[in-house]
């Protein structure tokens, strides 16, 4: 099993969201988040005055996959999250050794 964590724009949340239902992901996690990735954030025009923005706001994806899916999620998620703009995002993919179904004890791919 895989944990694949993608840090993506905020509006593009929906996109991702719709571009994965037809793999049958069976549940997920999302939290909004902030960041920086290598522009070190960027400086906004707010009222006149000039802000610097250490860490832009981004909303985060976590979902626990079987293996035989991981490269489709990845793919589907580079597509529905992609402007080619700066910030889109990243994705990472990590082992993932256990898990469990509180309800009913279940554990592995059977919990996913
Ligand atoms: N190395 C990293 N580790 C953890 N989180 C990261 C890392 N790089 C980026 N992120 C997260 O992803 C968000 C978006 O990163 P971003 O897309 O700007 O990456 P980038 O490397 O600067 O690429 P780009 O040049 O396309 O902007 C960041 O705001 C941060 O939350
Ligand atoms: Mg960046």
Redesign the pocket.
């Known amino acids: 099993m895989k944990l694949v964590t993608a ?1 993506i724009k905020p509006f593009k949340l929906d996109d991702v969201r719709e571009s994965l239902t037809p793999l049958g992901i069976q549940g997920l996690t999302v939290s909004e ?7 070190k954030g960027q400086t906004e025009i707010y009222r006149g005055a000039e802000y610097h923005v250490s860490f ?1 706001p ?1 909303v985060k994806i976590e979902i626990a996959v079987s293996d035989d899916i991981v490269d489709q999620v990845v793919d589907v998620i580079l597509q529905s999250a992609h402007t080619g703009k ?5 994705i990472f993919v990590s082992s993932l050794d256990s898990v469990i179904r509180i309800r009913t004890r279940e554990m592995g791919e059977d919990a996913l």
């Open positions: 840090i988040v902030k960041g920086f990735g290598r522009q832009l981004k700066i910030g889109d995002g990243k």
